[in-house]
């Protein structure tokens, strides 16, 4: 979808399977609002109107680098989903000390 023209066909569809995600992430969460991804929002504004996400993703487009849909139900990395939350602090995920 991020290497898709807007002008392409299949981008209009692309972002509609992005909101649905985005939706279904919102029910899971039991939330309302949904972040808007679009390069001038940059998943900082809310929304609750999925029509304007689609609207703003129509007419901006995604902004960039946001491969990991950290505010849609993607996790950030690898390194922070999997393992015992209780080992991540604020300097990241604590490691154990075998044999050091």
């Not at 390069?39 to 689609?54: G, L």
């Not at 946001?66 to 505010?71: G, N, R």
Request: hydrophobic share 35%; proline share 6%; glycine share 6%.
């Amino acid at each position: 979808m991020y290497n898709l023209s807007r002008q392409d066909p299949s981008y209009i569809p692309e972002v509609c399977r992005f909101v649905d995600a985005a939706k279904n992430h919102a029910l899971r969460t039991k939330t309302k609002h949904i972040y808007c991804p679009c390069i001038d929002c940059r998943i900082i504004n809310i929304y609750e109107d999925t029509e304007a996400i689609i609207s703003h993703l129509v007419c901006r487009g995604f902004m960039k680098d946001y491969l990991i849909w950290t505010k849609h139900g993607e996790g950030s990395s690898v390194l922070y989903t999997i393992g015992d939350p209780a080992n991540i602090d604020a300097d990241g995920p604590s490691m154990p000390n075998e044999g050091f």
